[in-house]
């Protein structure tokens, strides 16, 4: 954590409380004040409240993410049902040249000719095929864990583990800062965007930062809620 004019933030014991002010190793610092320990950790609760999802809330969207990934599941069965059902062609084809040839219907050139660009197109739907299987792996494993890590700040803020807040910070975000006696950090996505829902619940946000099909999915259940 560092204070506004770049310089670290320090610890101080007084009076039996922990204080944090800039260390001013960076020169002269216009931040005079001192931040009283449980006072930063209630601010940090704060922020933590509006990541919070309950276990219950987490268990409906998990739900909805479950039913996503067996549209998903029976897409990708299609999909490869389909390239299946054209690479069988395309083998048939290749069969049917071979007697063409045999048969002296056509030249040799020519075999060769059509026979390589009928192998090329069964290459090509063999690499469809394994790249569909590549995908389908775990696609909504990262929507999936985000969810969870919402649901562990919840529990953060049901214990007294401090170092594991600290730690869940350092995770989810950078430039962490004191400021006025006020801490921020910049978080990272999607974790801005849920902190924002939370904040303007009926405002329309503006995402200027990317995100996938699957968060997208997220933040709309997470709306419902």
Do not use: W
């Not at 026979?115 to 990262?142: C, F, R, V, Y």
């Not at 919840?154 to 869940?168: E, G, I, M, W």
């Amino acid at each position: 954590m560092k204070c506004t004019c770049g310089a670290a933030i320090t610890a101080e014991k007084q009076k039996g409380h922990h204080y944090y002010r800039c260390t001013k190793k960076k020169g002269p610092c216009e931040e005079k004040h001192f931040l009283r320990e449980e006072v930063l950790i209630e601010q940090i609760r704060e922020y933590l409240h509006m990541l919070a999802l309950s276990d219950e809330d987490t268990e409906k969207v998990l739900t909805e993410l479950e039913k996503d990934r067996e549209g998903l599941k029976q897409q990708v069965q299609e999909k490869v049902k389909l390239f299946q059902n054209e690479m069988e062609m395309t083998e048939a084809r290749l069969e049917k040249l071979l007697d063409v040839f045999l048969s002296d219907i056509i030249t040799r050139d020519e075999y060769a000719t059509r026979k390589q660009k009928l192998l090329t197109e069964k290459l090509e739907l063999q690499e469809k095929i394994h790249d569909i299987g590549q995908t389908n792996a775990s696609p909504l494993e990262p929507a999936k864990s985000f969810v969870l890590s919402l649901n562990h700040a919840d529990k953060l803020l049901r214990s007294n583990d401090n170092a594991a807040v600290t730690t869940f910070l350092k995770n989810i975000g950078s430039n962490h800062r004191l400021q006025n006696r006020r801490f921020s950090f910049s978080a990272n996505s999607p974790y801005n965007l849920v902190a924002g829902i939370a904040k303007y619940p009926q405002e329309n946000l503006t995402i200027s930062a990317p995100c996938s099909r699957q968060e997208s999915n997220v933040h709309h259940q997470l709306r419902k809620l």
